[in-house]
């Protein structure tokens, strides 16, 4: 991905002698993004600009910055937006790009504004100049299509973060690896990049490098009205510029080429991260954005759980037919478990679409479904599972216990119940007591084992009387 035919001084060269050019009939205020339009079928080039600032507002109201915030602007250009940043939030914003003609216009634009929080300096997004954890946020538009060591950018962006600090970006992606000669020559070659991450491979490296992508949006109608649009504006005055913009509408119908926003926040114990979560809501965000890596990450801490926990269930369910629910299945550890355990009936849930996903592809359940433990699940009958097994969800930030007395319909009288829980959670919470105690269950086994080296767990399997 990071090999490239093009260098950053190709790229430099680009921009330096490129501004007025642009600023002739894209902006000119010198900004070179797209637009986000609320209608598509529009066709009147004065609606060009408008949607380019309604992008940035669209950004903005998802970035959590105040005037509290440090940003870093990567690819600031000409400085509008960083100025505009500072403007409507209060914030300090540092703004790098490669071209020193365009440094230098953001420097001089600053001038205008003595009481913003601005400074622009020239460098390159490969080597950012700045301290580990300096910025609360990270924002680049339109920019790292043009980075030749991508994933090298990203470590360094990562690196800049603090901790729980936000990256959010827009860039150009390549949707598919067969490239005609057309895209290469009026895409690719003409803007001096090689094809990029596909949306679903961004979100990939991301997750891989430390960054939880929260939010992620294809843009790629958007970029087409814009083409369409600068093709319009530039045709008088750049004929060859604009039909190149037409053969980029084509690139993207194609798909080719496309647009894509992401938001991702650093978080280096994902652990952590997820104990804290306050709602049903943010905890599904939040496994929707971990369960790419998240086998990667705790294969190894992690699995002994599942596994201990199947073979708690099959220590009293020798029947391999047996129905089994398998509560809080995320990325399926605990279907792994039984299927090598010989069992062949097993159903997922999980509140994570995205983590069932991830399930779904090992082939060890009849069906999966997306639900929420905390009420009444209505993808089955009563008393339709023989056991249900719960391993790490009824824990900090995760399902209440009253998420229990939505399960026990579930299970068929003389069933099984299996709950792998924290021993400090079990001990310590008076509510998961007071349930269990409610339900008519009997306690069967209570085993102990350890996880993440020196986590203590309980396997405990009840059945129900």
Excluded at 259 to 267: A, R, T
Aim: glycine share 6%; aromatic share 12%; charged share 20%.
């Amino acid at each position: 991905m990071d090999q490239s035919k093009f260098k950053e001084t190709d790229t430099e060269n680009f921009y330096d002698a490129e501004d007025s050019l642009y600023r002739s009939f894209w902006d000119s205020e010198g900004s070179l993004h797209w637009g986000y339009f609320l209608d598509l079928a529009v066709t009147r080039v004065e609606d060009f600009i408008p949607a380019c600032q309604r992008w940035n507002e669209q950004m903005l109201s998802k970035s959590r910055i105040t005037a509290s915030s440090r940003v870093l602007d990567v690819g600031c250009g000409n400085g509008n937006t960083a100025i505009w940043l500072a403007q409507k939030t209060g914030c300090e914003v540092v703004g790098i790009d490669l071209s020193q003609v365009r440094v230098d216009n953001a420097v001089a634009k600053a001038q205008d504004y003595p009481s913003l929080r601005l400074q622009f300096q020239k460098a390159s997004a490969t080597d950012l100049p700045f301290e580990t954890g300096t910025f609360t946020h990270v924002w680049s538009q339109a920019t790292l299509y043009h980075v030749h060591q991508r994933e090298l950018a990203l470590r360094e962006i990562h690196q800049v973060l603090q901790e729980s600090g936000i990256f959010l970006f827009d860039d150009l992606v390549t949707p598919t690896k067969q490239i005609s000669q057309q895209a290469r020559q009026y895409v690719y070659d003409r803007l001096l990049f090689e094809p990029t991450y596909s949306h679903s491979g961004y979100i990939d490296i991301l997750s891989q490098i430390g960054l939880m992508v929260l939010e992620s949006k294809d843009l790629n109608e958007h970029l087409h009205k814009s083409y369409e649009l600068l093709s319009l504006l530039a045709t008088s005055k750049y004929p060859d510029l604009g039909s190149a913009y037409k053969q980029m509408c084509k690139a993207i119908s194609s798909g080719e080429l496309g647009w894509s926003f992401f938001l991702g926040e650093k978080i280096s114990d994902r652990l952590s991260w997820i104990y804290k979560t306050k709602d049903s809501e943010n905890l599904q965000d939040k496994y929707d954005a971990w369960s790419r890596v998240y086998d990667s990450e705790l294969d190894k801490s992690y699995r002994i759980s599942p596994i201990q926990s199947a073979h708690a269930l099959a220590n009293v369910l020798p029947d391999k037919n047996a129905s089994i629910l398998d509560a809080g299945a995320g990325t399926g550890m605990v279907g792994e478990a039984l299927a090598e355990l010989g069992y062949t009936n097993i159903t997922a849930v999980d509140l994570s679409e995205q983590m069932l996903d991830v399930a779904r592809k090992k082939q060890v359940y009849k069906t999966l479904h997306q639900g929420n433990l905390e009420v009444p699940l209505n993808f089955c009958s009563s008393s339709s599972f023989d056991a249900i097994i719960a391993v790490g969800v009824f824990t900090f930030g995760h399902t209440s216990p009253e998420g229990l007395q939505n399960l026990d319909p579930l299970l068929k009288s003389s069933g099984y119940f299996v709950l792998t829980v924290r021993v400090d959670y079990y001990n310590g919470n008076t509510a998961l007591g007071r349930v269990i105690k409610d339900l008519s269950w009997d306690l069967i086994s209570q085993d102990e084992f350890t996880i993440f080296e020196a986590e203590p767990m309980y396997a405990i399997v009840f059945q129900k009387k």
